[in-house]
């Protein structure tokens, strides 16, 4: 059972370094010598002043309840029916899915169990007095018991771990190509550091005011199905004075400040072709791919990315059917032994869907959704599109191949590699 209870964690010289309440499993101060019992966790407390690492008993054995309270709890949004949640981490790079450990009974290196899951997430622990401004420490698991899967025996497993250092901010968008011989999910993620986005936002201000003088920056926003189709445009309450031309100067404004940010924010484009699944299995199957090559890799570098999505995007009638799977895959997947290896350790919250344009970051990641899917229905329509890809310079393009998911940065979207041309 949890709850929140007043714990004092030490380091190895015995000196406090957290005393307060947590949301712990059982008991968490206990003196390991006096009790056979109790197994040991370690845990690592990072402190503004750096890291420190102190020992946490948790009763183990009979019950595996290491202490691993979760950040959204804490905060007091309670999960119902975590248990349930199905996990869809269908992608794994190779480092992971090869992990080994060492199993002193076999005395050999056997294969992580990564698909083993737990009945409640194994991410980094916050305090209930956590602050995010002024106070930065958490706490990382360091190890954990797990069932080796020759000789069934225990075998202590230390998952990679890395410093949180930074934080990246990541807006998405999708555009769907139903109407295609090959239809497909188009996912772009637009963002950086703070300081990165902001000025990309300037920008992007500073383009409406050009092309709209005399209206507030804020008060409208750039929606690429809107400005390409001339119908829709002219229903469109801004878009539907714009001529040819002021069409043009939107969209190369847009391009230029892809382009000329292309080594300060990270744009990527995820293509999922919908194949014999069904759209709602695709959408799932490409938010999970994006998703965890960039927890992965971000993480690597200790930096945390946060998703954005815009979230105006309905299946059939049901709108909010998006937000709960990607709820439900993401919280699901957290469950996984995979996932300590996937996010380093490093806290990453769970996706947020917003207001459709209620971020400046929101309509570039449409705009270059739309380009990128523009140009693959070209494409498989044997034309070019009006807006080529490679105005965006590089791209972290990626789509699944033979071998799972393959990425790679590069000017233009690879539509041949996605879409060979005998594949339709
Ligand atoms: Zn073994």
Known sequence: MRVCQWITLKDSTGAAVHTGPAWVNHVLQRDLSADSQLSESLAICQTDSGVASCSVTTES???????LPHVRRLRGNVVPGLEQMESAIEFLPPQIADAKMYC????????????????????????????????????????????????????RLEP???????????????????????????????????????????????LKKTLEPEREPTSWRFHMADLHSGQKRKRHKIFADWDREKCAQAVNGLFNIIAESNDSLFVFALIY????????EAKRKAHMAILCDTIYNFTQLGVSPRYTFDADKAVGS???????????????SERQLMYLYLCHGVPV??????????????????????????????????????????????????????????RERIRGVPRDRIFPTNAF
Request: with cysteine.
């Open 318 to 332: 049901n709108r909010s059917v998006i937000q709960h799977w990607a709820r439900s895959a993401f919280l699901g």
């Open 160 to 206: 990679p771990r890395k410093r949180w250092t930074k934080t990246v901010t990541l807006y998405g968008d999708e555009a769907v190509r139903e109407t295609v011989a090959r239809p497909f999910v188009c996912i772009a993620l637009v963002g950086g550091s703070n300081h990165f986005v902001e000025s990309a936002c300037d920008r992007v201000n500073a």
């Open 104 to 155: 002193p009974s076999c005395q050999t290196d056997v294969p992580v169990p990564l698909k083993k899951a737990f009945p409640e997430p194994y991410t980094p622990v916050f305090p209930r007095d956590y602050n995010p401004v002024t106070n930065n420490k958490f706490w990382q698991l360091v190890a954990l018991e797990v069932e080796c899967p020759t000789c069934k025996g225990k075998v």
């Open 349 to 406: 919250l769970e996706p947020q869907f917003v207001k459709p344009g209620s971020h400046i970051c929101l309509e570039l990641s449409d705009f270059a959704a739309f380009v990128v899917a523009r140009e693959l229905h070209c494409w498989q329509n044997r034309r070019e599109s009006e807006y080529p890809s490679s105005q965006f310079g590089n791209v972290y393009y990626s789509w699944p191949d033979k071998e799972g998911c393959a």
């Open 273 to 280: 072709p919908i194949g014999g699944s069904s759209m709602i």
């Open 61 to 67: 054995e009979n019950s595996p309840a290491y202490y």
